[in-house]
């Protein structure tokens, strides 16, 4: 008899990482099959999809979001009655939650084991969230060490399953291999800066981030600073600031930009410092065993309502993983250039600091590297029969 297992995936992430789940259960279970929303990556592996992936994600603004909501509904009323009329041996949400729970909800309601596939950040922002989790969810798989003891005292069964970036990147990165690739020119400081991936972060930091720059070019004229920014639209926001603050000047030496379409992977591996957003970017940078600065700013209304939900004297996942400050956080006010770029050569320029950050970041990347793909698939065949 053909196993069939209900899946869905919200975005690009998701479909990663349902793939390779994918991929992991048909080696031990080559009958079964993936039924839902699937994207390019886990459709490759064999899932079929009853709707386009790229319906779950909502474009555009203010009225032009609210007008897809009903689509949007209806779909997930729609695939949960076909999940109803089709039961599957098991549900698989991965990430999306705000589509998922509720459809794991309706799901697990009508006897259908669900497993959820990523934690959402329950542990910094959102705990209220846990009573709605313990209704939808019969399995949470985490990538963090620490998430599981959070689901065991609200009686939600969870399973750390490691962090996929740990097993992509290596214990030892080549620093020099990502300075031959990008073709840098020889420079005594490299700092790779991430604005982050939306405009509306660009344009918060932006200024920050060159202001900061000329600061460090007045210790030390050949630094070199990699800019990785994924579209167009925020490479012309950070180009416009650039050349402002260029063409404004009286100094005759300037900082030394480089601009990438992309490759913040490889311009984090490459610098000796990241100065970075909070996000995904400060793992991949710990991962990486970059030192690194977390600054980050955001318009003073948002600042106060998200200084309110907050649980945690820390946003930067290294310093949330290690339970302490290993790198600096510059947050909102303490986030300016003279500040900024201070902090940036203290760290550099001291190697005790420096072998700490290396040796925390080692263990972790040792920790979060626990074969993903595998573990989550056998928390997964647990359920399948």
């Known amino acids: 008899m053909t196993l069939t297992v209900g899946i869905v995936a919200g975005e690009a992430s998701g479909d990663l990482l349902g793939s390779r789940l994918i991929r992991a259960l048909k080696k031990h279970r080559p009958d079964i099959e993936f039924v839902g929303i699937a994207g390019p990556k886990m459709i490759s592996e064999g899932a079929k999809s009853l709707y386009p992936m790229d319906k779950l994600s909502l474009h555009g603004y203010g009225f032009d979001v609210l007008k897809q909501i009903p689509s949007l509904l209806r779909m997930r009323r729609k695939l949960g009655n076909h999940f109803i009329a089709n039961p599957p041996q098991v549900f698989i949400g991965i990430d999306a939650p705000d589509f998922n729970f509720s459809l794991e909800k309706r799901l697990k309601k009508k006897g259908i084991s669900t497993i959820h596939y990523v934690s959402p950040s329950i542990w910094a922002w959102r705990k209220g969230r846990m009573g709605q989790i313990k209704r939808a969810v019969s399995h949470m798989l985490t990538l963090f060490p620490f998430e599981p003891a959070l689901y065991k005292d609200k009686g939600v069964k969870a399973t750390f399953v490691g962090h996929p970036l740990a097993d992509e990147i290596p214990l030892n990165p080549n620093v020099q291999e990502a300075r031959d690739s990008l073709r840098l020119t020889k420079a005594p400081m490299i700092i ?21 720059a000329k600061k460090i070019s007045m210790v030390q004229p050949e630094a070199l600073f990699l800019v990785p920014l994924i579209t167009r639209e925020t490479r012309l926001i950070f180009e416009k600031v650039l050349y402002a603050s260029i063409n404004a000047a009286d100094e005759k030496h300037h900082p030394n930009f480089k601009i990438l379409f992309g490759h913040a992977h490889m311009a984090m591996q490459a610098s000796d410092l990241v100065v970075v957003a909070s996000g995904t970017a400060t793992l991949e940078a710990a991962l990486l065993k970059r030192p690194m600065v977390i600054t980050y700013r955001m318009p003073w209304f948002s600042w106060q309502i998200l200084k309110r939900l907050n649980y945690l004297p820390y946003v930067g996942l290294p310093n949330i993983l290690a339970e302490r400050f290993v790198v600096p956080e510059l947050l909102q006010h303490d986030a300016n250039p003279t500040k900024l770029a201070e902090t940036i050569l203290n760290i550099v320029n001291d190697k005790t600091i420096l072998n700490d950050i290396r040796t925390e970041f080692t263990g972790m990347h040792e920790q979060l590297r626990q074969n993903n793909e595998e573990k989550a698939a056998q928390a997964v065949l647990t359920y399948l029969s």
């Open 192 to 212: 790779a800066m991430l604005p982050g991936s939306r405009t509306g972060e660009v344009k918060q930091l932006a200024e920050l981030f060159v202001e900061t």
